[in-house]
C-alpha cells in the first residue's frame, strides 16, 4: 500500500466474541506481524494517556473507579446503549489507535502484518488493506463465549451482541471468511488454507540444523507439534497436568511454544505470547537432568529476541515455586521479583492481574526503555 511500502496488510474483523484473536494469533504462527486495534483503544483511555481526560470531560467523572482509572463496564453499559455516545467515544480514541497502528506496522520488521479491529470497516483503516478477513460465529457461540471468558452477565451480552451491526454487513466486504464456530483445529485449517493465497508472503525460515547430542537447540512449535507437545506437559507433571492434543491446539490460540531440544529429545519447553506490546510466559518446563543455567538462558534469549521483534516493551514471567527458586539465573538474565503492584506502567499491571495464575511468581525485565505508545500507559 501507498502507505506502508513494503508491507501486505491484512485487516482482520468480525462481531464480538467470533474468535478474531485466534485467527491473529494464527496468523502470527505463521509468521506475520499482529497489531489488536481494539487493545490499542483500551490503553488510549488509561490515566495518563492521551485519551483519558477527553473521556472523562465527555462522559462524567461517575465513569471513574476507586483508583481514578476509567471503569471499562461503566462506559461500555453508556456506549453500547447509544449510538450517539458510541461515536463521541470514537472520535476521541481512533485517531489515536490510527496514529498508534501507523507506528507500529513501520517499524515491523515482518512484511505482512494483520490489523484487528472490530470496527475496522467503520474507519478508514479498512482502506489500507490488501485483504479483508472476516470471521464469524453462531449467535449461542458469541453468547457462550462473553459469558465463560468474559464474565459477562447474559443481559449484558446479548445488549453487546445486539448492539452490533449483522455480520452479513461485514461479509460482503470480505476476501476471506472464517467460520470460527467449531474446533481450533477446523480453524487452523481455514487459517492455512487462506495464508496460501496471501500474494508476497515472507520467506519461510531456513530449517535449523540438526541437533548434536551435546548441543541444546530452540525451535518455535507449530500446531502440527501439538501431540508432543501434550505427551511431554504430561510426562513432566508426572500426569498431574494431564494434556492432549486438543488441548494444545487450543492453546496455539492464545500462544506460542518454544521447544528446548536436546540432542533428539525434548528437553524443555516455553509458553508465551505478546499481547498489547506485553509479552507474557506462562510456562517454563525443563526435563529432569537438563541444566538450568543453560536451558533457561537458551529459551529465554529466544523468547526475547522474537519478542523485540513484535515490539515488545516488557517481559513478565509467571513461574512455578520450582522454577522460579533459580532467582539467581533469572537475576543474570536481567528479570526480578515483582508484585503486581511494584510494575510501573498500568498496562503492565493490568498484562500481570490478567494472566498471572495462583501460586505462580511474578519476574519482571523491561525489553525496551522507550515505549511505542507513550505516553499512553
Given at each position: 500500500?501507498?502507505?506502508?511500502?513494503?508491507?501486505?496488510?491484512?485487516?482482520?474483523?468480525?462481531?464480538?466474541?467470533?474468535?478474531?484473536?485466534?485467527?491473529?494469533?494464527?496468523?502470527?504462527?505463521?509468521?506475520?506481524?499482529g497489531?489488536?486495534?481494539?487493545?490499542?483503544?483500551?490503553?488510549?483511555?488509561?490515566?495518563?494517556?492521551?485519551?483519558?481526560?477527553?473521556?472523562?470531560?465527555?462522559?462524567?467523572?461517575?465513569?471513574?473507579?476507586?483508583?481514578?482509572?476509567?471503569?471499562?463496564?461503566?462506559?461500555?453499559?453508556?456506549?453500547?446503549?447509544?449510538?450517539?455516545?458510541?461515536?463521541?467515544?470514537?472520535?476521541?480514541?481512533?485517531?489515536?489507535?490510527?496514529?498508534?497502528?501507523?507506528?507500529?506496522?513501520?517499524?515491523?520488521?515482518?512484511?505482512?502484518?494483520?490489523?484487528e479491529?472490530?470496527?475496522?470497516?467503520?474507519?478508514?483503516?479498512?482502506?489500507?488493506?490488501?485483504?479483508?478477513?472476516?470471521t464469524?460465529?453462531?449467535?449461542?457461540?458469541?453468547?457462550?463465549?462473553?459469558?465463560?471468558?468474559?464474565?459477562?452477565?447474559?443481559?449484558?451480552?446479548?445488549?453487546?451482541?445486539?448492539?452490533?451491526?449483522?455480520?452479513?454487513?461485514?461479509?460482503?466486504?470480505?476476501d476471506?471468511?472464517?467460520?470460527?464456530?467449531?474446533?481450533?483445529?477446523?480453524?487452523?485449517?481455514?487459517?492455512?488454507?487462506?495464508w496460501?493465497?496471501?500474494?508476497?508472503?515472507?520467506?519461510?525460515?531456513?530449517?535449523?540444523?540438526?541437533?548434536?547430542?551435546?548441543q541444546?537447540?530452540?525451535?518455535?512449535?507449530?500446531?502440527?507439534?501439538?501431540?508432543?507437545?501434550?505427551?511431554?506437559?504430561?510426562?513432566?507433571?508426572?500426569?498431574?497436568?494431564?494434556?492432549?492434543?486438543?488441548?494444545?491446539?487450543?492453546?496455539?490460540?492464545?500462544?506460542?511454544?518454544?521447544?528446548?531440544?536436546?540432542?533428539?529429545?525434548?528437553?524443555?519447553?516455553?509458553?508465551?505470547?505478546?499481547?498489547?506490546?506485553?509479552?507474557?510466559?506462562?510456562?517454563?518446563?525443563?526435563?529432569?537432568?537438563?541444566?538450568?543455567?543453560?536451558?533457561?538462558?537458551?529459551?529465554?534469549?529466544?523468547?526475547?529476541?522474537?519478542?523485540?521483534?513484535?515490539?515488545?516493551?516488557a517481559?513478565?514471567?509467571?513461574?512455578?515455586?520450582?522454577?522460579?527458586?533459580?532467582?539467581?539465573?533469572?537475576?543474570?538474565?536481567?528479570?526480578?521479583?515483582?508484585?503486581?503492584?511494584?510494575?510501573?506502567?498500568?498496562?503492565?499491571?493490568?498484562?500481570?492481574?490478567?494472566?498471572?495464575?495462583?501460586?505462580t511468581?511474578?519476574?519482571?525485565?523491561?525489553?525496551?526503555?522507550?515505549?511505542?505508545?507513550?505516553?499512553?500507559?
Amino acid at each position: 500500500m501507498s502507505d506502508w511500502p513494503g508491507k501486505y496488510i491484512i485487516g482482520l474483523t468480525g462481531n464480538i466474541a467470533t474468535g478474531k484473536s485466534v485467527v491473529r494469533k494464527m496468523l502470527e504462527h505463521l509468521g506475520v506481524y499482529g497489531i489488536d486495534a481494539d487493545a490499542l483503544a483500551h490503553r488510549a483511555i488509561m490515566k495518563g494517556a492521551p485519551g483519558y481526560q477527553p473521556t472523562v470531560e465527555a462522559f462524567g467523572q461517575w465513569i471513574l473507579a476507586e483508583d481514578g482509572q476509567i471503569d471499562r463496564a461503566k462506559l461500555g453499559k453508556v456506549v453500547f446503549a447509544n449510538s450517539g455516545a458510541m461515536a463521541v467515544l470514537e472520535d476521541i480514541v481512533h485517531p489515536m489507535v490510527r496514529q498508534a497502528v501507523d507506528v507500529l506496522v513501520r517499524r515491523a520488521s515482518q512484511r505482512v502484518v494483520v490489523i484487528e479491529a472490530i470496527k475496522l470497516l467503520e474507519t478508514d483503516l479498512h482502506t489500507l488493506c490488501d485483504q479483508i478477513w472476516v470471521t464469524q460465529a453462531t449467535p449461542q457461540k458469541q453468547l457462550a463465549r462473553l459469558v465463560r471468558k468474559r464474565k459477562m452477565t447474559l443481559e449484558d451480552a446479548q445488549q453487546r451482541i445486539g448492539a452490533q451491526a449483522p455480520v452479513r454487513d461485514k461479509l460482503r466486504a470480505a476476501d476471506v471468511a472464517i467460520e470460527n464456530s467449531g474446533t481450533f483445529e477446523e480453524t487452523w485449517n481455514q487459517v492455512s488454507k487462506a495464508w496460501k493465497i496471501v500474494p508476497k508472503a515472507p520467506l519461510e525460515a531456513a530449517p535449523a540444523p540438526p541437533p548434536s547430542t551435546k548441543q541444546l537447540t530452540v525451535q518455535r512449535a507449530t500446531p502440527n507439534q501439538a501431540e508432543r507437545i501434550a505427551s511431554f506437559i504430561t510426562e513432566q507433571s508426572s500426569g498431574k497436568r494431564r494434556m492432549t492434543r486438543s488441548d494444545v491446539m487450543a492453546a496455539f490460540g492464545e500462544k506460542a511454544f518454544l521447544l528446548l531440544r536436546a540432542g533428539e529429545e525434548v528437553g524443555g519447553l516455553l509458553g508465551w505470547q505478546v499481547e498489547n506490546l506485553i509479552t507474557r510466559v506462562d510456562d517454563v518446563i525443563l526435563k529432569e537432568g537438563i541444566s538450568p543455567t543453560k536451558s533457561m538462558k537458551v529459551l529465554v534469549e529466544t523468547m526475547e529476541k522474537a519478542s523485540l521483534e513484535l515490539q515488545s516493551e516488557a517481559s513478565l514471567l509467571f513461574l512455578s515455586p520450582t522454577i522460579a527458586q533459580h532467582e539467581k539465573i533469572w537475576n543474570g538474565l536481567g528479570y526480578k521479583a515483582r508484585t503486581v503492584k511494584d510494575l510501573s506502567v498500568r498496562a503492565w499491571q493490568n498484562a500481570a492481574m490478567e494472566s498471572m495464575l495462583p501460586g505462580t511468581v511474578l519476574f519482571f525485565k523491561r525489553l525496551q526503555e522507550h515505549r511505542i505508545l507513550r505516553p499512553m500507559s
